[in-house]
């Protein structure tokens, strides 16, 4: 049969669309190929992750992107303060030697900044436990007035008029469109890999090293009077308690029942994990104590009575001077310092 010059027009037109359609797919796939995913491997002995680590789809190139969002002065609406400002490497991500961390124009937080690692085993964050996950929390400093003090518009605007950033965000979540969320899941791609696994006590638990006898006796102390709370490998329960600090009027901080409402949860807050805690000064919830000694010193000393205190501390915590000597020398042997020092997780060049 003949085909009249018009059908063959629209045969080919119809060849070349679809030709067309399938360099695009092969595009689509070509690009999704080019992005490296990232297994987290779960340090021995560590519980099941908290967050969910397939839903944050961890690629190098969304780490990288998100690696340099963290360390970005210009996401501040000053100009002076990045995620790094206050969550510094040297102190294990929380602010080093300050006991309340600065934000935009001369700010102060209302709490001491914590330390960042092993976020994915971790159920909530900040000490009170207001976010669930870590993408929820990442919205918070940016937005926040004391924090970092942007509008997504602005942060927005300022990442699309980059070229690099576009490209990154494209690459990473196939879209020219920078969502607020696709901002805060790039932050968070890089913080789920701050794993803080290697210190001189996992050593030890692996075999591979050795306590001497004053930390071997740290360590029998720490698993006699503070374990409850500060449990292996996470030295943290995650659970919210009061261990009896006097209440600061000017702050008037009554933790965890900002978030429940429920009387029984007044001045209570995360347990933190002490890990690295030789390198995280200074301590507890609002920064009040610049050593570990004042800590241990507090539950020797200084806990204050009231209705929600931990029943495991309201007599206070028994220890001599040399054994709350060699409760440091165990606690100085959780600084891994080859998290400190990794490069992979300092300011990009
Ligand atoms: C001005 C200082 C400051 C800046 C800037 C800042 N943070 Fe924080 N961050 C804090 C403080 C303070 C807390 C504790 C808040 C609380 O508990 O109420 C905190 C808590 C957190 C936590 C929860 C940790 C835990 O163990 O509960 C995460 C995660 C975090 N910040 C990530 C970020 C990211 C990501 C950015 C940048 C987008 C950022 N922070 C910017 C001070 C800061
Ligand atoms: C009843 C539970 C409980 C027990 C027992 C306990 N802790 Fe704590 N610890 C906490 C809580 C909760 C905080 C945070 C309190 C706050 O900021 O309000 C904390 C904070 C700390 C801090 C400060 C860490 C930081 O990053 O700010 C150190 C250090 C510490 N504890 C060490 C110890 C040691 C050593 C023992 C044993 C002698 C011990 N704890 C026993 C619950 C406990």
């Given at each position: ?22 360099c695009l797919c092969m595009g689509c ?46 996401l501040s609406a000053d100009v002076s ?93 196939g879209t020219w469109f920078i969502r ?170």
């Amino acid at each position: 049969m003949k085909q009249s010059a018009q059908t063959i027009q629209i045969q080919k037109m119809a060849v070349f669309g679809l030709l067309a359609l399938l360099c695009l797919c092969m595009g689509c796939v070509k690009e999704q190929k080019e992005l490296h995913p990232i297994t987290i491997i779960s340090p021995p002995g560590f519980p099941a992750m908290e967050q969910s680590v397939s839903e944050l789809n961890i690629t190098s190139e969304g780490v990288a992107l998100g690696r340099r969002l963290f360390y970005d002065k210009q996401l501040s609406a000053d100009v002076s303060t990045s995620c790094g400002t206050c969550h510094e490497q040297r102190a294990a991500f929380g602010t080093f030697e300050h006991d309340r961390s600065h934000g935009v124009f001369n700010s102060h937080t209302l709490r001491n900044a914590p330390p960042l690692f092993n976020l994915l085993w971790q159920k909530n964050y900040h000490w009170d436990g207001a976010y669930r996950t870590l993408h929820e929390e990442a919205a918070q400093p940016l937005t926040g007035t004391i924090e970092m003090g942007m509008r997504f518009d602005q942060i927005k605007s300022y990442l699309e008029n980059d070229a690099s950033y576009r490209e990154g965000f494209k690459k990473v979540f196939g879209t020219w469109f920078i969502r607020p969320e696709l901002i805060t899941r790039a932050i968070s791609q890089f913080t789920a890999t701050f794993i803080s696994a290697n210190s001189k006590y996992d050593r030890v638990k692996q075999g591979r090293e050795q306590f001497d006898n004053f930390e071997q006796s740290g360590y029998q102390l720490f698993q006699s009077k503070c374990a409850t709370c500060h449990p292996e490998p996470l030295f943290t329960d995650q659970s919210y308690r009061n261990i009896g600090l006097t209440v600061d009027p000017s702050l008037n901080d009554l933790g965890r029942f900002r978030i429940t409402g429920d009387r029984t949860d007044s001045l209570k807050f995360k347990v933190p994990s002490l890990r690295n805690v030789a390198a995280t000064s200074n301590y507890m919830h609002d920064g009040r104590f610049a050593t570990i000694q004042q800590c241990i010193r507090h539950y020797r000393y200084g806990v204050q009575s009231s209705s929600t205190v931990d029943p495991s501390v309201s007599n206070g915590i028994t220890l001599t001077d040399t054994e709350e000597y060699n409760l440091i020398q165990f606690l100085k042997c959780l600084t891994d310092s080859s998290f400190l020092n990794d490069k992979r997780l300092a300011r990009p060049n």
